[in-house]
């Protein structure tokens, strides 16, 4: 039997977008009147198909029935632990303390320049703190267990007393455990739960929330010729694939998101592919994080335009992912981001 997926799209905003709500002419997304859509999009792995909202009821009961249930995530509320996902986008602010990262790599592994830079990520609006000492660029070796809580321990001591929730940056369960004892609230795992087998038992025993994200292969491997069939569908099913896996290991709770993974195991087709489909992801019912900080697909995309920062082509991704519904974003440049948001809220949003 054919399988079929739902993606959001036509999307209002702002005060046009409610009254189109209390008129039942459009459906709000996740809950949120602010941001809402009257067209779905139909997915299979042959074709696809535009309609209306209200064009359901001229669909079979069965199809009707998929798509109802598939309407009921897309705009529920989405709740996670400790987060006001109302007040989104989130702001992750990125805190790689390793001296090879693909971006900032050396510039905070000291222990007193990673505080402080934290410090001011709080500041500028971040409201997550993902600190990792591991880097998982293309082309990156694994690190040993010893050597990468090394780098994180001193950071992690002191930013258990900051005013933000800490996310952990690993691959591995017993990082996450030491990390945990040490006030962690987020696991955000790279390799999608599938690094080592004993993270689904961690994160069961400690109920702790965490990130499913997506990658293809390893670091060390996953820009050598990645190939999907169709780079959406695939992403979506391994997701549904590792929920039922994590429900089916007995974590019941829902302080999951959704990460598809951009630049992780994907070519630049791939990586627009998702970001310019990305509310597909709505349909799981969790939220959705995307990391498009400084990514190399800005540079093929800007060509002789591009930067060493980025920063315009964060900026447009991100608003350009805001417009779609995604709730988190995790970025390095916290303060332009937050800038560019806000400045954006008021003109689209009014």
Avoid at 190 to 217: A, C, E, R, W
Avoid at 221 to 237: G, I, W
Avoid at 291 to 301: Q, T, Y
Wanted: proline fraction near 3%; glycine fraction near 8%.
């Amino acid at each position: 039997m054919e399988k079929y997926y739902t993606r959001a799209c036509n999307f209002y905003y702002g005060n046009h977008s409610k009254k189109l709500v209390r008129k039942k002419k459009s459906l709000p997304l996740n809950g949120n009147s602010n941001i809402s859509f009257d067209h779905i999009e139909i997915l299979s792995r042959k074709n696809k198909r535009l309609i209306h909202i209200k064009e359901l009821k001229k669909l079979s009961l069965s199809f009707q029935k998929k798509i109802k249930k598939d309407l009921k995530l897309i705009t529920k509320r989405k709740k996670f632990s400790k987060i006001n996902l109302n007040n989104s986008p989130i702001i992750m602010g990125v805190l790689n303390l390793t001296p090879d990262s693909f971006s900032d790599g050396g510039k905070y592994n000291n222990k007193m320049l990673g505080l402080l830079h934290a410090k001011q990520l709080i500041k500028s609006g971040s409201s997550i703190i993902d600190i990792g000492g591991e880097s998982t660029r293309p082309g990156a070796k694994e690190l040993e267990i010893k050597k990468e809580w090394q780098r994180i321990e001193p950071t992690l001591k002191k930013l258990k007393y900051e005013k933000c929730l800490l996310s952990l940056d690993t691959r591995k369960s017993e990082i996450m455990q030491k990390g945990i004892k040490f006030g962690v609230n987020i696991i955000n795992d790279v390799s999608g739960l599938k690094h080592d087998s004993k993270t689904i038992n961690i994160l069961k025993n400690y109920k702790i929330p965490f990130v499913i994200h997506h990658m293809q292969g390893t670091p060390e491997t996953m820009q050598k010729n990645p190939k999907y069939k169709n780079v959406l569908l695939d992403v979506y099913d391994f997701f549904e694939k590792q929920i039922q896996l994590i429900r089916n290991k007995g974590i019941l709770h829902n302080n999951i998101i959704i990460d598809p993974g951009i630049g992780f195991g994907k070519n630049l087709k791939h990586n627009i592919t998702l970001i310019s489909n990305i509310s597909l992801f709505h349909s799981l019912g969790f939220p959705i994080l995307i990391g498009i900080s400084r990514k190399k697909f800005i540079k093929d995309l800007s060509g002789i335009n591009d930067t060493s920062e980025r920063i315009g082509g964060t900026i447009s991704s991100a608003l350009f992912g805001m417009l779609q519904g995604v709730q988190i974003y995790r970025v390095h440049d916290v303060n332009e981001i937050n800038q560019s948001i806000k400045v954006f809220k008021i003109l689209q949003f009014n």
